[in-house]
């Protein structure tokens, strides 16, 4: 259920809303125009529409089934080929509805249907699949299981889940470098101190695992990995070298146990972030139903008109001074005049 639009963030929006210019002077102002979100407020009320989501992601799934079936030559070939055709026929609908469900958005939204990087995949996702897929651009023809990456667009929980793992993406660089410091350092300290003995458990004569800095980097990335780590590598170099247990189980702990939790605290974080950030800032757009739309279009119309009169009694009382001083200064030339005249009167007089 969406939240209810606050009253601090109507006027947050309208403080930030751009200020529309008004005549000035005597002119009549033009009548002012309806609001702009109400012609599309009814698609806006679709688009938006629960039924509608949940249609978007009914067509989803069905074409991804869709996809799927048409992939096995058997379900093709059924009933001489009429399946392979009637599958094709409703990935074909699914498309069509893809495009009808984007333009719909774009009608709807306008310029803020840009701003939603979201629309911006799904835009693409749709493009990607109307190019013609021929023999030479069979990874076209594959592209077209893109859109059931739509359904992560569709879920707001899939979006939360994606958004915190983009958010993430630098403080997971940071722990992936230091974990690649921890590989370096141990695979150097293992090509000294194991390095150059062949160990049985893989291969008819053996193998070094490591024998230079490359393969001592994939055998301490297999160790992480948990994967036959013990029977496959440890315990044949055991044989050999009986104490480089400790090596192995400290590489263990620090790598396996330590930096791949560090990752997991880092994506668990961002995620907290996302949905904390999510719920503190919804816009406007995302949280007010067309009605209340309107209301702030008129609350933006109200504030640019009192800011134009605030502007216009400003200026009245300038323009007031400025007659003023003009008259001053004719009486003072008048009165000059009148005293030259009588003093020229006075000299002829003489």
Known sequence: MKAPLSGAHAAARSNNAPRVAKPSGNQTSPARPEVEALPTSALIRLVEARWFRTLVIVVIVVNAIVLGLLTSQTVREAGNGLVGRGLVILDIAALSF?????????????????????????????????????????VLRALRVLRVLRLVAAIPAMRLVVSGLFRALPGMGSAALLLLLIHYVFAVIGVQLYGGTLYGGYGDNGYDYFADLGRAL?????????????????????????????????????????????????????????KDEQESQLSAEEVADPAQLAMLHELREIRAEMKELRTQLEERPAARKVPAKKSAEKKSTTKSAKGSTKVAKKDSGA
């Open 218 to 274: 994939y055998t301490l990335f297999q160790i992480m990995t948990l994967e036959s780590w013990s029977h496959g590598i440890v315990r044949p170099i055991m044989d050999v070298h009986p104490n480089s247990w400790i090596f192995f189980v400290l590489f263990v702990v620090i790598s396996a146990f330590a930096a791949l939790n560090l990752f997991i605290g880092i994506l668990v974080n961002a995620m907290d972030s996302a």
């Open 98 to 138: 893809f495009i009808g469900e984007i333009g719909l958005k774009l009608v709807a939204y306008r310029q803020r249907f840009f701003r939603d990087p979201w629309n911006w995949f799904d835009l693409a996702v749709v493009i990607i699949a109307l190019l013609p897929a021929s023999d030479s651009l069979k």
